[in-house]
């Protein structure tokens, strides 16, 4: 008998989603802590393939300050390449707007998807936007207005919702406080930040119970976990538990926290697709083509993937040396 590929078996829990989307985030939130610019050719290519896989939002690239994000600073030669690329029809394509200015340049190359990004706590606000949380806001405001009014969709971004590196524990109430915020702007979606990767479980149900005492509908949340504690999944069981259907992730486990340079980065997609696989949850993703594309990629970057399910799945590709 020949080898076979590993694959999950089938086992449903009850009460969990029959479908979870999933927000890809690694051509973003994974390639804009990669210190060496990424050719433009290269980012295109690999959310071309991500798309092949069968993710169907992909977060493309961000409108932010070029010298803030130098990774991303080609967002207007990359994006035109998209459109013939992906069949945008089928595909969303989300980008990073903090600002009017930024809304101005997504807007003028056709982008239907913004997501704008706050924090919870005062330190990361003035560190990633040099604003003060309410400050934030109040540039956020007419950002989701003319998104609105012009049927964009408007993704609100939290981060750090269970810990931040210089002020500790961020109390629930703080967390709510901001999120509703983002959804009284007019957000269509909120998405939870553990930037660091600190909660766990019992945090995940106590907030996301806090949300919908605060009139924040479970519909419109979606989780994005970072696996620095190993935690990541365990938490989206917790959310997928408590209703949640939207998880971001990062194809191959893309990008660190900047901030704690031995953390491990986001959650892996290919990691989050077995579980999903295993419980019989749709997601659309076909994962061999999807560990293909985060080999291809790693290939690449220099440096074999961080994901446990990519390094099972292509044991080969584990010894990827680093390019100089
Ligand atoms: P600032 O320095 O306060 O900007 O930065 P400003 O409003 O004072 O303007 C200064 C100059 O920047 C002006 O130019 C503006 O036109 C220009 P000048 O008049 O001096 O020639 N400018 C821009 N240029 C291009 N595009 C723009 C733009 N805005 C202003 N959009 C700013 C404020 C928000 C711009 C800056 O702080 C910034 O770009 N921050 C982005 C940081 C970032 O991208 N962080 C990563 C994303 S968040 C994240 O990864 C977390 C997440 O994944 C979830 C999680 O894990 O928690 C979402
Ligand atoms: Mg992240």
Wanted: hydrophobic share 45%; glycine share 8%.
């Amino acid at each position: 008998m020949t080898a076979q590929r590993a694959l999950p078996m089938k086992v449903p829990v009850p009460g969990l989603p029959a479908r979870v989307r999933i927000h890809e985030v690694g051509a973003r939130d994974g390639l804009q802590n990669e210190q060496e610019i990424v050719p433009t050719e290269v980012k295109a290519e690999f959310i071309r393939r991500l798309a092949v896989a069968g993710l169907t939002t992909i977060e493309a690239t961000s409108f932010v300050h070029p010298k803030w994000v130098p990774q991303l600073a080609d967002a207007e030669a990359l994006f035109p390449l998209l459109g013939e690329i992906v069949d945008v029809g089928d595909v969303s394509l989300p980008v990073l707007v903090p600002n009017e200015r930024g809304l101005d340049r997504a807007l003028a190359l056709g982008a239907r998807s913004i997501a704008v990004f706050g924090s919870a706590t005062e330190t990361f606000a003035a560190r990633n936007l040099n604003r003060t949380v309410d400050e934030s806001l109040a540039m956020f405001e007419p950002v989701v207005a003319r998104a609105k009014a012009d049927k964009v969709h408007v993704r609100g971004y939290l981060s750090m919702c269970f810990g931040d590196p210089w002020e500790g524990a961020v109390p629930v109430a703080q967390v709510v406080r901001v999120a509703k915020a983002l959804m009284d702007l007019g957000c269509d979606e909120l998405s939870l930040g553990d930037t660091i990767g600190v909660a766990t479980p019992g945090h995940v149900t106590a907030l996301l119970t806090a949300l919908n005492e605060a009139a924040v509908p479970t519909e419109a949340i979606g989780v994005h976990f970072h696996d620095t504690y190993g935690q990541a999944l365990s938490n989206t069981l917790a959310a997928l538990q408590h209703g949640v259907s939207t998880v971001d992730a990062s194809a191959g486990g893309l990008g660190g926290c900047p901030y704690a340079k031995s953390a491990t980065g986001n959650l892996a997609t290919e990691d989050l697709v077995w579980m999903l696989d295993g419980l019989g949850i749709e997601t659309g993703v076909d994962l061999d083509a999807l560990t293909a594309t985060s080999v291809w990629l790693a290939e690449h970057l220099g440096r074999p993937s961080p994901s446990r399910t990519v390094r099972a799945l292509a044991p080969s590709s584990s010894s990827a040396s680093h390019k100089e």
